[in-house]
T-cell receptor, first 113, second 112 residues
């Protein structure tokens, strides 16, 4: 299995600011994913991040709002830019591990005031 | 467009009973159907998964039934235990390891 560490685990931010979420994996992985989960809701894919290429964003998500970095095979960051209360959510990092199983981190719980 | 529809939204079952959660999908390109279990404050964890060339898969107390012609699949939790109380998500992707489309989730409560 893959062990995923996300930082921070939670944060409270002011409107208009930006937050960068880090995702660290204990093994090298080719595919990483960022999902959003609003409290009590399902998961929605934001983007797929492969090392060495630009992230691929899903409909409704744009790079200016959610820039992603993938500098190596064990690390990625997601930035939530110019935040508004509507961005309050749980942000989850996921990786494709052995046997093509997707593993998830515990998530970053973000509240925007 | 919700590509994976899940029901019910919530479920209460007595200890020892059977929990049944149903999902339906629209995209016939989906080729991999996992179920994830999520406890409060944790990320989802893979429970069991199936491919459409198999009609049923069983792992311990968890069974997936798959109906390709109806584009439906379901999770059965046999002998439900209080420790099974969690939110369950069905999902689908075009191949194992690719991006997942999740159902809406089912909150299961097992009463002792």
């Amino acid at each position: 299995s893959a062990v995923i560490s996300q930082k921070p685990s939670r944060d409270i931010c002011q409107r208009g600011t930006s937050l960068t979420i880090q995702c660290q994996v204990d093994s090298q992985v080719t595919m990483m994913f960022w999902y959003r989960q609003q409290p009590g809701q399902s998961l929605t894919l934001i983007a797929t991040a492969n090392q060495g290429s630009e992230a691929t964003y899903e409909s409704g998500f744009v790079i200016d709002k959610f820039p992603i970095s993938r500098p190596n095979l064990t690390f990625s960051t997601l930035t939530v830019s110019n935040m508004s209360p509507e961005d309050s959510s749980i942000y989850l990092c996921s990786v494709r591990g052995q046997k093509n199983i997707q593993y998830f981190g515990a998530g970053t719980r973000l509240s925007v005031l | 467009q919700q590509q994976v529809k899940q029901s019910p939204q919530s479920l209460i079952v007595q200890k020892g009973g059977i929990s049944i959660i149903n999902c339906a999908y629209e995209n016939t390109a989906f080729d991999y159907f996992p179920w994830y279990q999520q406890f409060p404050g944790k990320g989802p964890a893979l429970l069991i998964a199936i491919r459409p060339d198999v009609s049923e898969k069983k792992e311990g107390r968890f069974t997936i039934s798959f109906n390709k012609s109806a584009k439906q699949f379901s999770l059965h939790i046999m002998d439900s235990q209080p420790g099974d109380s969690a939110t369950y998500f069905c999902a689908a992707s075009k191949a194992a390891g690719n991006k997942l489309t999740f159902g809406g989730g089912t909150r299961v409560l097992v009463k002792p």
